[in-house]
Protein backbone atom coordinates (compact mmCIF):
# COMPACT_ATOMS: atom_id res chain seq x y z
CA UNK A 1 0.00 0.00 0.00
CA UNK A 2 1.76 3.09 -1.01
CA UNK A 3 -0.44 6.17 -0.42
CA UNK A 4 2.11 8.72 -2.43
CA UNK A 5 1.22 7.07 -5.49
CA UNK A 6 -2.53 7.89 -5.39
CA UNK A 7 -3.72 8.75 -8.81
CA UNK A 8 -3.74 12.59 -9.48
CA UNK A 9 -6.74 11.97 -12.27
CA UNK A 10 -8.85 10.14 -10.06
CA UNK A 11 -8.30 12.63 -6.73
CA UNK A 12 -9.54 15.35 -8.64
CA UNK A 13 -12.63 12.97 -10.13
CA UNK A 14 -13.31 12.24 -6.80
CA UNK A 15 -13.02 15.91 -5.59
CA UNK A 16 -15.64 16.88 -8.28
CA UNK A 17 -17.84 14.36 -7.54
CA UNK A 18 -17.86 15.15 -4.45
CA UNK A 19 -18.79 19.60 -5.06
CA UNK A 20 -21.23 18.32 -7.92
CA UNK A 21 -23.42 16.20 -5.32
CA UNK A 22 -22.60 18.24 -1.91
CA UNK A 23 -21.82 21.69 -3.33
CA UNK A 24 -19.46 23.32 -0.86
CA UNK A 25 -20.41 21.17 2.19
CA UNK A 26 -18.22 19.01 1.53
CA UNK A 27 -14.86 21.43 0.74
CA UNK A 28 -15.92 23.48 3.78
CA UNK A 29 -15.70 20.72 5.67
CA UNK A 30 -12.09 19.92 4.63
CA UNK A 31 -10.79 23.51 5.12
CA UNK A 32 -12.47 23.67 8.45
CA UNK A 33 -11.44 20.68 10.05
CA UNK A 34 -7.99 20.49 8.80
CA UNK A 35 -7.90 17.18 7.44
CA UNK A 36 -7.61 15.63 4.10
CA UNK A 37 -8.25 11.92 2.13
CA UNK A 38 -8.13 9.82 -0.64
CA UNK A 39 -8.34 6.43 -1.61
CA UNK A 40 -7.67 4.49 -4.89
CA UNK A 41 -11.17 2.80 -4.71
CA UNK A 42 -14.72 3.95 -4.56
CA UNK A 43 -16.02 6.48 -2.34
CA UNK A 44 -19.89 6.71 -1.37
CA UNK A 45 -21.37 9.81 0.59
CA UNK A 46 -24.77 9.13 2.83
CA UNK A 47 -26.62 10.29 5.66
CA UNK A 48 -26.93 8.32 8.38
CA UNK A 49 -29.05 9.12 12.07
CA UNK A 50 -28.01 12.81 11.02
CA UNK A 51 -24.69 12.35 10.33
CA UNK A 52 -22.68 12.86 6.83
CA UNK A 53 -20.49 9.77 6.59
CA UNK A 54 -17.90 8.70 4.11
CA UNK A 55 -16.86 5.52 2.92
CA UNK A 56 -13.38 5.06 1.05
CA UNK A 57 -12.65 1.81 -0.47
CA UNK A 58 -9.14 0.66 -1.39
CA UNK A 59 -5.35 1.77 -0.44
CA UNK A 60 -7.24 4.61 1.97
CA UNK A 61 -5.20 7.27 3.40
CA UNK A 62 -6.76 9.88 6.16
CA UNK A 63 -4.78 12.78 7.63
CA UNK A 64 -5.63 15.26 9.99
CA UNK A 65 -2.75 17.65 11.92
CA UNK A 66 0.18 15.24 12.96
CA UNK A 67 -1.74 11.91 12.39
CA UNK A 68 -1.68 9.82 9.37
CA UNK A 69 -3.82 6.68 9.17
CA UNK A 70 -3.89 4.07 6.05
CA UNK A 71 -5.80 0.53 5.43
CA UNK A 72 -7.94 -1.15 3.30
CA UNK A 73 -11.49 0.73 4.25
CA UNK A 74 -12.02 3.93 5.82
CA UNK A 75 -15.53 5.25 7.35
CA UNK A 76 -15.53 9.06 8.12
CA UNK A 77 -18.39 10.59 10.14
CA UNK A 78 -19.51 14.23 10.44
CA UNK A 79 -21.31 16.03 12.96
CA UNK A 80 -24.66 18.55 11.44
CA UNK A 81 -21.84 21.52 11.50
CA UNK A 82 -19.71 19.67 8.83
CA UNK A 83 -17.09 18.61 11.62
CA UNK A 84 -14.99 15.73 11.39
CA UNK A 85 -15.98 13.41 14.65
CA UNK A 86 -14.50 9.59 14.16
CA UNK A 87 -12.53 7.90 11.53
CA UNK A 88 -12.79 3.66 11.15
CA UNK A 89 -9.82 2.39 9.61
CA UNK A 90 -9.77 -1.53 8.78
CA UNK A 91 -6.82 -2.82 7.32
CA UNK A 92 -5.02 -6.12 6.68
CA UNK A 93 -3.08 -4.40 9.02
CA UNK A 94 -4.44 -0.85 9.01
CA UNK A 95 -1.31 1.39 10.29
CA UNK A 96 -1.00 4.67 12.04
CA UNK A 97 2.06 7.60 12.33
CA UNK A 98 2.40 10.45 14.31
CA UNK A 99 5.14 12.58 14.04
CA UNK A 100 6.34 14.45 17.27
CA UNK A 101 7.79 17.82 17.11
CA UNK A 102 10.41 16.50 20.13
CA UNK A 103 11.52 13.96 18.42
CA UNK A 104 12.39 12.45 15.05
CA UNK A 105 10.89 9.19 15.89
CA UNK A 106 7.51 8.94 15.05
CA UNK A 107 4.89 7.23 17.60
CA UNK A 108 3.52 4.20 15.02
CA UNK A 109 1.00 1.60 15.16
CA UNK A 110 -0.93 -0.65 13.11
CA UNK A 111 -3.78 -3.21 14.10
CA UNK A 112 -6.86 -4.69 12.37
CA UNK A 113 -9.10 -1.75 12.96
CA UNK A 114 -8.39 1.85 14.29
CA UNK A 115 -10.87 3.94 15.48
CA UNK A 116 -9.87 7.56 15.95
CA UNK A 117 -11.41 10.20 17.80
CA UNK A 118 -11.33 13.69 16.83
CA UNK A 119 -12.15 16.32 19.80
CA UNK A 120 -10.55 18.38 22.14
CA UNK A 121 -8.90 15.19 23.17
CA UNK A 122 -7.72 12.89 20.56
CA UNK A 123 -7.69 9.24 21.11
CA UNK A 124 -7.33 6.72 18.83
CA UNK A 125 -7.95 2.77 19.42
CA UNK A 126 -5.80 0.02 18.07
CA UNK A 127 -8.82 -3.64 18.23
CA UNK A 128 -7.32 -6.38 17.06
CA UNK A 129 -3.37 -7.71 17.17
CA UNK A 130 -2.39 -4.08 17.52
CA UNK A 131 1.23 -3.18 17.91
CA UNK A 132 2.13 0.27 19.14
CA UNK A 133 5.42 1.69 19.32
CA UNK A 134 6.81 5.50 21.11
CA UNK A 135 10.14 6.16 21.20
CA UNK A 136 11.90 3.72 23.67
CA UNK A 137 8.37 1.52 24.28
CA UNK A 138 6.79 -1.52 22.25
CA UNK A 139 3.93 -2.78 23.15
CA UNK A 140 1.59 -5.46 21.71
CA UNK A 141 -1.89 -5.88 23.03
CA UNK A 142 -5.74 -7.01 21.82
CA UNK A 143 -6.45 -3.66 22.12
CA UNK A 144 -4.93 -0.46 23.05
CA UNK A 145 -5.85 3.16 23.38
CA UNK A 146 -3.72 6.22 23.07
CA UNK A 147 -4.44 9.86 23.44
CA UNK A 148 -2.33 12.20 20.94
CA UNK A 149 -2.41 15.71 23.24
CA UNK A 150 -1.07 13.65 26.28
CA UNK A 151 0.73 10.70 24.97
CA UNK A 152 -0.97 8.41 27.53
CA UNK A 153 -1.49 5.29 26.33
CA UNK A 154 -3.34 1.54 27.59
CA UNK A 155 -3.71 -1.61 26.82
CA UNK A 156 -5.67 -4.62 27.27
CA UNK A 157 -3.71 -8.11 27.11
CA UNK A 158 -0.52 -6.52 26.70
CA UNK A 159 3.49 -7.48 26.10
CA UNK A 160 5.98 -5.27 25.56
CA UNK A 161 9.06 -3.29 26.77
CA UNK A 162 8.85 -0.22 28.55
CA UNK A 163 11.97 2.31 28.89
CA UNK A 164 13.10 3.79 32.21
CA UNK A 165 11.05 6.28 34.15
CA UNK A 166 12.79 9.03 35.40
CA UNK A 167 10.98 10.60 38.35
Known amino acids: MNHNKVNSKRAALISSAFILSLGCSVLQA ?5 HEYSADGETTIETVNGLRVITLRENVYVKQNQVAITGDVAVLEYNQDNELQTVQVNGSPAHFEQSQMN ?6 GNSDTINYYAGSETTVEFIGSANFQQPGNTLQCAQIK ?7 TSGQACSGALSPQEN
Open 30 to 34: QQTSA
Open 103 to 108: SDEPVT
Open 146 to 152: HTIESGA
